[in-house]
């Protein structure tokens, strides 16, 4: 079975403080992603990658920096947390097929709280 | 503007009776559809997809969707829905030629009422 696990369920921070949020995959995936999910508003794509060091702007990338080091891991950060970045986090990968078009599997998701 | 639209935020259906939730898409050309469900504190998980050729596609926990070009719908059916299938359904579209980024749908949240 695929597996993506997201290193924290739940996660409270501070105005100001630099966040990490850890993704990682176990099925030699290509490709990885970073959506933030709000009410109303389903999944909205932050920063996704096809391959190691790789990355590419989403929809909504202000705000927030990836990093893609091996090929199994992508974090997304951060640099200074602000009020308006409390939500659903989400990972995801697929492995990178004809047209790009594969099944993505999800994390379980981290909720993140900036006070 | 290109998108996808789930006319229904929340619906309400009784053990055992059917279930449509809507789906429409606002695209050019016919991108690749998918149904997402989401289980309360879980993360999504795709019930089917919709590339080409037969437009009744079978998923898994028996659900199906029907793909209709000319209505640019994608709806998901299931006959008799049961309590377990109480979670929130995303619809979700790749627009063709555009690098397999998914576009997700607001989201239909499916209560289930014994």
């Known amino acids: 079975d695929v597996k993506v696990t997201q290193s924290s369920r739940y996660l409270v921070k501070r105005t100001g403080e630099k966040v990490f949020l850890e993704c990682v995959q176990d099925?030699?995936?290509?490709?990885m992603f970073w959506y933030r999910q709000d009410p109303g508003l389903g999944l909205r794509l932050i920063y996704f990658?096809?391959?190691?060091?790789?990355?590419e702007k989403g929809d909504i990338p202000e705000g927030y920096s990836v990093s893609r080091e091996k090929k199994e891991r992508f974090s997304l950060i951060l640099e200074s947390a602000s009020t308006n970045q409390t939500s659903m986090y989400l990972c995801?990968?697929?492995?990178?097929?004809?047209?790009?078009?594969?099944?993505?599997?999800f994390g379980p998701g981290t909720r993140l709280t900036v006070t | 503007a290109q998108s996808v639209t789930q006319p229904d935020i929340h619906i309400t259906v009784s053990e055992g009776a059917s279930l449509e939730l809507r789906c429409n898409y606002s695209?050019?050309?016919?991108?690749?559809l998918f149904w997402y469900v989401q289980s309360p504190g879980q993360g999504l998980q795709l019930l089917l997809k919709?590339?080409?050729?037969?437009?009744l596609v079978q998923g898994i926990k028996g659900f199906e969707a029907e793909f209709k070009r000319s209505q640019s719908s994608f709806n998901l059916r299931k006959p008799s829905v049961h309590w377990s299938d109480a979670a929130e359904y995303f619809c979700?579209?790749?627009?063709?030629?555009?690098?397999?980024?998914?576009?997700f749908g607001q989201g239909t949240e499916l209560s289930v009422k014994p």
């Open positions: 995801a990968s697929s492995r990178r097929g004809l047209a790009g078009v594969r099944e993505q599997y």
């Open positions: 695209y050019g050309a016919t991108p690749y």
């Open positions: 099925m030699d995936h290509e490709n």
């Open positions: 919709y590339f080409s050729g037969d437009t």
């Open positions: 990658s096809y391959d190691v060091k790789m990355k």
């Open positions: 979700a579209v790749v627009p063709y030629n555009q690098g397999g980024k998914l576009i």
